[in-house]
């Protein structure tokens, strides 16, 4: 019966940690909770550097609750033309100071599924700025991702 009390004390301890570890890191000024528009991003992939405005032909958001995040990208043409595009994913993430992890549990490019992608994130005012590697490799991908979101304050 003592072993299985104190099994029970070092689960809740070890559930608690989690929560108190992005608590602290978001009373240090990294208050990600929110949803957030992505502005622009910068992808370097074998020295070749692509930077996409995405502010124009297409709207990406990012949702963050305490323990949750999910992304949806859509063009802006009603999904007709040469720009018509849909991706969405999510999953869960830890925040450890500025280091913020993503385990993408849903995604619409499977094959992205199931991987951890590490990001040292920074606020400054409401601009959230979110870099690291990304690598998935059924998919090829190996390049480093810099993103740049803006809060979202009043929705459409």
């Known amino acids: 019966m003592k072993k299985m009390v104190l099994i029970i004390a070092c ?14 890191a978001r009373k240090q000024g ?13 992808t370097i992939d074998k020295g070749d550097t692509t930077v996409t405005d995405y502010t124009k032909d297409q709207s990406f958001i990012k949702i ?3 323990t949750h995040f999910a992304f949806l990208k859509h063009d802006l043409a009603g999904g007709k033309g040469k720009t018509t595009t849909y991706d969405s994913g999510g999953g869960r ?31 400054k ?9 990304e690598v998935v490799e059924k998919a090829g991908i190996n390049r480093i991702n810099m993103e740049k979101y803006v809060r979202v304050t009043n929705p459409r």
């Open 64 to 66: 963050i609750n305490d």
């Open 30 to 42: 990294i208050p990600l909770v929110g949803t957030w528009q992505l502005i622009s991003g910068t």
């Open 11 to 24: 689960l809740l301890l070890a559930c608690g940690t989690k929560n108190t570890d992005q608590a602290t």
């Open 125 to 133: 005012n409401d601009t959230l700025t979110q870099q690291g590697v």
């Open 93 to 123: 993430y830890t925040l450890k100071d500025s280091l913020y992890t993503e385990k993408l549990d849903y995604c619409t490019e499977r094959e992205w599924e199931n991987h951890l992608f590490n990001f040292t994130v920074s606020i």
